[in-house]
């Protein structure tokens, strides 16, 4: 039934429109600009285009979804943060004191608040959407994160998040996370699906210091070891070294694709869940923007392996979708430049000489 | 008379408030995220309130000077675009087509238009700032662009237009230009002041081929053997082969330092302009904020002798200001997340574990 559920979403996800591409790039080779001279944003308006199936795309309704859970994994040591944050920001959210916030309002964008698995009762609030698949993950070094059937649930749980946000309006979406500990699920994901040792991806997260870093690479290490996933099967990979939230977020950049709107994968833990996404469907890929290149160490293997070139190079390390955010508005300007701008013909304005 | 007026601009540029900045970083610890974890917004807010003296600056007008020239040099061949285009898009500035137009709506800006020394006479337009010096710069290869009166002249007024503005409300400046040819004498004041060769220096600015891209590298050269511009003497190097708008913007970026402003330089036209300006007064720089790093080939260079690393790398190479208005956008929530994040004390969460 469930997975019935996870194939349906999967076979809705079709190619990109070329022929919007093709009418967008006419369009963009005929305004009062050189040829290319606005680079990256030109590309990232085709690429809109191709998504949307529109040549002329408007990017009105902007969401931001962050997703909260937490960690077992916790238990060995690998955050500066105690576990006990996850819930009191999700609450900074909620009253919007977070980053994520004051990002989100500059930008336009709404912030969908989801609990998918924090390790605390958090009381009913207006904006929390509650998709609880449990109270955290259990401790990836002594075994599964989590069962099979919860690893489908988040990832069903998070597809439903974002189709009832299209309900309400969303031309593109942006991810986020929150969840003490989640860098560490985050590289042991990261590890088994590109392949790469653990010390090559795992960061400091929110800092901790030499040793703290030395035992996360330890831990990422023994939690493989431990639990063997399978780097070609994404629900094994998400149910053993995985997490509620990522699994959430896995769940939402397959609903955007499969209902043909642009998704901007945050930094280190959504590219985690892409690469759940895409592993689980690698056509998931052309509708995926990378937000930014994550301080954390691990982003840029990650990013080679889906095969995007981040927006924005800031030095973030924060999370809960604040990349997304700051990438959305020149995402957003990209259509804007391609819809608004005037033409050479309309302009009276000399083209280049042959 | 004007030499004692370039003289007192120069003069009312003070170091920046280490105070303030001081005090903004004390908030910024402070904020509910990970330390430093939001990497060069967290550095920029900081460079903004040392540059304003107020810890937590509101950045409420956002001003882009887009200055309107022409260039001698056209005559050798160096531009894909014919001289006539120079006009033909300040008309189109002013109604609101061009790229400038479309990106500084979406961050909120004015677009300022001036009129530096456009070798056609434009219909009088009320947005429009007639500021020229002169109908078009001579052609460098033959001798001076401008005479050294005309180089004063061109940095006093773009100074004046900037005092104009603040008079109207300038929080923050973005420097942008508009002349057809102007890539030329820009890469040959990079190579005069940054001590380059002009081969890797010189680009292909709006498109030229590998041969235009040669004539250019020729160019360049030949502008500088015939000129020897003292590269010590700011006013010479422009007034030998610079431009009426690269002196205007220089001049915006010294009125807008001497009345702590921060100022957003464009790319490859505005960091030519910047080099004037910081050879001027090397005080200068803690006011500058490079908004990309351009496609055109010596940028990197001149943003290595001004120590700035650029916002964005979008593989832009309009100019107009489009490289200032989106960094720009960046640089304001930069000030947001320093404004309206609360603390970790305020949001009664957890601080990070010793």
Redesign the interface.
């Known amino acids: 039934m469930s997975m019935n559920a996870l194939q349906t979403l999967i076979n809705q996800i079709e190619p990109p429109d070329v022929d919007a591409m093709r009418m967008a790039r006419e369009r963009q080779n005929n305004?009062?600009?050189?040829?290319?001279?606005?680079?990256?944003?030109e590309r990232l308006s085709l690429q809109i285009a191709s998504i949307t199936g529109n040549p002329r795309p408007h990017l009105q309704h902007k969401v931001i979804t962050t997703m909260a859970a937490d960690h077992g994994v916790v238990a060995e040591g690998v955050s500066?943060?105690?576990q006990?944050?996850t819930p009191?920001?999700v609450?900074?959210f909620l009253?919007g004191?977070?980053?994520i916030?004051?990002?989100a309002?500059?930008?336009g964008a709404r912030v969908v608040v989801v609990d998918m698995g924090v390790a605390a009762k958090l009381a009913p609030h207006p904006a929390l959407i509650d998709k609880k698949v449990g109270s955290g993950t259990d401790n990836i070094t002594q075994g599964a994160a989590m069962s099979a059937e919860q690893a489908l649930q988040s990832i069903l749980n998070g597809a439903a998040v974002v189709e009832e946000e299209i309900g309400r309006g969303l031309d593109i979406l942006g991810t986020g996370d929150m969840g003490i500990g989640n860098t560490t699920p985050s590289a042991a994901i990261a590890a088994v699906i590109t392949g790469s040792a653990p010390a090559v991806i795992v960061g400091r997260?929110?800092?901790v210091d030499d040793l703290g870093l030395a035992r996360k690479v330890a831990v990422v290490q023994r939690a493989l070891t431990v639990n063997r996933p399978d780097p070609y099967d994404a629900l094994d990979v998400l149910a053993k070294v995985g997490g509620f939230e990522i699994g959430g977020l896995a769940g939402a950049i397959l609903a955007a694709a499969a209902h043909r709107k642009p998704v901007i994968v945050d930094g280190f833990i959504s590219t985690a869940a892409a690469l759940i996404a895409a592993t689980l469907v690698p056509s998931v890929r052309p509708y995926l923007i990378a937000a930014h290149r994550s301080?954390e160490r691990g982003h840029t293997i990650m990013l080679q392996w889906l095969g995007l070139e981040p927006?924005?190079?800031?030095?973030?390390?924060?999370g809960e979708g604040?990349g997304a955010a700051?990438a959305m508005?020149?995402v957003?300007?990209s259509c804007?430049?391609l819809d608004?701008?005037?033409t050479f013909a309309?302009?009276?304005?000399?083209?280049?000489?042959a």
Do not use: C
């Open positions: 305004l009062t600009k050189p040829l290319g001279s606005l680079g990256r944003l500066a943060f105690p006990e944050v009191q920001m609450l900074n009253h004191g977070a980053a916030n004051v990002l309002r500059h930008v997260g929110t800092g301080q927006v924005l190079n800031l030095d973030l390390r924060l604040t700051l508005t020149i957003d300007v804007k430049v608004e701008m005037v309309e302009a009276g304005v000399a083209t280049q000489e």
